[in-house]
């Protein structure tokens, strides 16, 4: 078993792993998360909480960090882009599927769009970060001139 896959499992148990808890202790780490964030940011700079920005944020962040892993499991830069996407969708019709068993929390097409977001995010960043390596540190840049 690879790094990668090891992370890879790691992630999806802590994404799962939130969406098995109950609405009030969802809210409750929410909250704690927000106190810590407002401690970093000035009094003026309010960090949103609740169902707002900063859980929609985290889902993004989440999934954005599945996306990476997913694109690297299964050679992003080759030709295996759409299969490693399609499991973060998948990933994240499974997370809202069990929210849907969850007292207090609901699953939402919104919710597997965000997240479906936040995996194609990971795996651009990968992209991106790839090209950027592979054209800075390519043999011929280290030539004199």
Request: charged share 15%.
């Amino acid at each position: 078993m690879t790094v990668c896959t090891v992370l890879l499992i790691c992630n999806l148990v802590f994404i799962w792993g939130n969406s098995l808890l109950p609405a009030e202790v969802s809210g409750q780490i929410s909250g704690t998360l927000k106190a810590l964030l407002d401690g970093v940011f000035t009094p003026g700079e309010a960090v949103p909480s609740g169902d707002g920005l900063l859980r929609k944020f985290a889902h993004f962040a989440e999934f954005g960090a599945l996306g990476l892993l997913l694109g690297w499991l299964f050679g992003m830069l080759g030709k295996r882009r759409l299969p490693a996407f399609a499991l973060g969708v998948a990933a994240a019709c499974i997370d809202e599927t069990i929210q849907a068993f969850i007292p207090g929390r609901s699953p939402g097409i919104r919710d597997v769009c965000i997240d479906s977001c936040g995996a194609a995010a990971g795996m651009l960043l990968l992209f991106l970060g790839h090209a950027y390596w592979k054209r800075r540190f390519t043999r011929n840049n280290f030539r004199r001139k």
